[in-house]
């Protein structure tokens, strides 16, 4: 049975680092050497807490030994095997909004639950209690759920288990209460109190339904004027730069004569033009890096509404296409000018947006 190594090593920049080495038969039959960072010297304190990482990994190389066949891990090495193989920063597979928040999910709910658990012990009918007693909102009892449905997947690919008992776990994700809703009116008078630059982002999240990690991504390089449309090529979060959540969030968006106008206005008054600059790019770093989206909703659109008298609750999830027709926010504003025809028709593009739920 192969133990392999765990040795401390040494870094140019950064501090010291734990690391893992094995070898493997490669397609050629010969030996291959492995390694693997399992995590800092600050964050893994002895050999002992090291060790404790390479517990599933160890499972997976000496899958062949017959002494471990019967033996089941527990549900915390399989975790983190799956974060090591899954959530490490050099998975760009797996955008990084969603690494923080599967990690996330297992740190605070499904480990301290279920880490000493050995797998062959879990079983649907108590994870289901579990879930139904937790204080959650069905959305997050569903995620949790979903979380650990694919910490089982991992382990079967990897033949760390055989089963996946969390499949047969029935977990709605419905809401408990209807979200707020805001109107034609609460929209408009929130457009018309805003500055330009936080008018220029509201108007294009409700317009287009880019996520907050991908319009504070956005570079002028992105924005082709000409053609109306807005190519999506990244997202950020806590800068750091990755990609895209979804396939589909990568393809050309068209935007109205109406944005492209907002954003040919933002673009003469920002300082950070070139094609490389951010679309919002904070002055505070010298425009190395876009603005905070928590702190511009936070410190200047919430406060707009509240002073409007709009006392939904309002963030970035909130601001984008779901339960409002944006069609009406042009046609008021052409209205306004005799003679105009409404830029489009409601059936032809629209758009939705809601205020409720979580930032």
């Given at each position: 049975?192969?133990?392999?190594?765990v040795s401390i090593e040494?870094?140019?920049?950064?501090?010291?680092?734990?690391?893992?080495?094995?070898?493997?038969?490669?397609?050629?039959?010969?030996?291959?050497?492995?390694?693997?960072?399992?995590?800092?010297?600050?964050?893994?304190?002895?050999?002992?807490s090291a060790r404790r990482?390479?517990?599933?990994?160890?499972?997976?190389?000496?899958?062949?030994?017959?002494?471990?066949?019967?033996?089941?891990?527990?549900?915390?090495?399989?975790?983190?095997?799956?974060?090591?193989?899954?959530?490490?920063?050099?998975?760009?597979?797996?955008?990084?909004?969603?690494?923080?928040?599967?990690?996330?999910?297992?740190?605070?709910?499904?480990?301290?639950?279920?880490?000493?658990?050995?797998l062959s012990d879990i079983?649907?009918?108590?994870?289901?209690?579990?879930?139904?007693?937790?204080?959650?909102?069905?959305?997050?009892?569903?995620?949790?759920?979903?979380?650990?449905?694919?910490?089982?997947?991992?382990?079967?690919?990897?033949?760390?288990?055989?089963?996946?008992?969390?499949?047969?776990?029935?977990?709605?994700?419905?809401?408990?209460?209807?979200?707020?809703?805001?109107?034609?009116?609460?929209?408009?008078?929130?457009?018309?109190?805003?500055?330009?630059?936080?008018?220029?982002?509201?108007?294009?999240?409700?317009?287009?339904?880019?996520?907050?990690?991908?319009?504070?991504?956005?570079?002028?390089?992105?924005?082709?004027?000409?053609?109306?449309?807005?190519?999506?090529?990244?997202?950020?979060?806590?800068?750091?730069?990755?990609?895209?959540?979804?396939?589909?969030?990568?393809?050309?968006?068209?935007?109205?004569?109406?944005?492209?106008?907002?954003?040919?206005?933002?673009?003469?008054?920002?300082?950070?033009?070139?094609?490389?600059?951010?679309?919002?790019?904070?002055?505070?770093?010298?425009?190395?890096?876009?603005?905070?989206?928590?702190?511009?909703?936070?410190?200047?659109?919430?406060?707009?509404?509240?002073?409007?008298?709009?006392?939904?609750?309002?963030?970035?999830?909130?601001?984008?296409?779901?339960?409002?027709?944006?069609?009406?926010?042009?046609?008021?504003?052409?209205?306004?000018?005799?003679?105009?025809?409404?830029?489009?028709?409601?059936?032809?593009?629209?758009?939705?947006?809601?205020?409720?739920?979580?930032?």
């Open positions: 049975m192969q133990e392999g190594s040494s870094r140019k920049r950064g501090p010291d680092v734990w690391s893992f080495r094995w070898r493997e038969p490669g397609a050629d039959g010969r030996r291959i050497h492995r390694r693997i960072v399992l995590g800092t010297a600050e964050d893994l304190k002895s050999l002992a990482m390479v517990i599933g990994l160890s499972r997976e190389i000496n899958m062949n030994d017959i002494r471990l066949r019967k033996q089941s891990i527990t549900l915390a090495d399989l975790s983190r095997h799956y974060q090591q193989r899954e959530l490490a920063d050099r998975n760009s597979r797996i955008a990084y909004s969603t690494k923080r928040a599967y990690a996330g999910y297992l740190a605070k709910w499904i480990e301290p639950r279920w880490g000493r658990y050995a079983r649907a009918t108590e994870v289901k209690l579990w879930l139904s007693n937790l204080d959650r909102a069905p959305g997050t009892r569903s995620k949790i759920r979903n979380t650990m449905s694919l910490l089982f997947n991992h382990g079967r690919r990897h033949d760390l288990c055989e089963r996946n008992p969390i499949q047969w776990v029935r977990q709605s994700a419905k809401r408990r209460t209807a979200p707020d809703i805001l109107t034609t009116n609460e929209v408009q008078m929130l457009l018309a109190s805003l500055l330009l630059r936080e008018r220029t982002l509201v108007l294009l999240a409700v317009t287009t339904g880019l996520r907050r990690s991908e319009l504070f991504a956005l570079k002028w390089k992105d924005v082709d004027f000409d053609a109306k449309q807005i190519h999506v090529n990244r997202s950020i979060v806590h800068n750091v730069i990755g990609i895209c959540k979804t396939e589909s969030s990568q393809k050309p968006v068209p935007i109205h004569e109406h944005l492209v106008e907002a954003l040919h206005e933002w673009h003469d008054k920002t300082p950070y033009q070139t094609s490389e600059s951010w679309v919002f790019a904070s002055p505070v770093n010298k425009g190395r890096w876009p603005y905070l989206a928590q702190e511009l909703m936070r410190h200047h659109i919430r406060p707009a509404a509240l002073k409007l008298g709009i006392m939904k609750r309002i963030g970035w999830h909130n601001v984008s296409p779901y339960l409002f027709d944006t069609a009406s926010i042009y046609r008021s504003r052409t209205e306004d000018h005799a003679g105009t025809t409404p830029p489009f028709d409601d059936s032809s593009d629209t758009r939705y947006v809601h205020s409720g739920g979580h930032d």
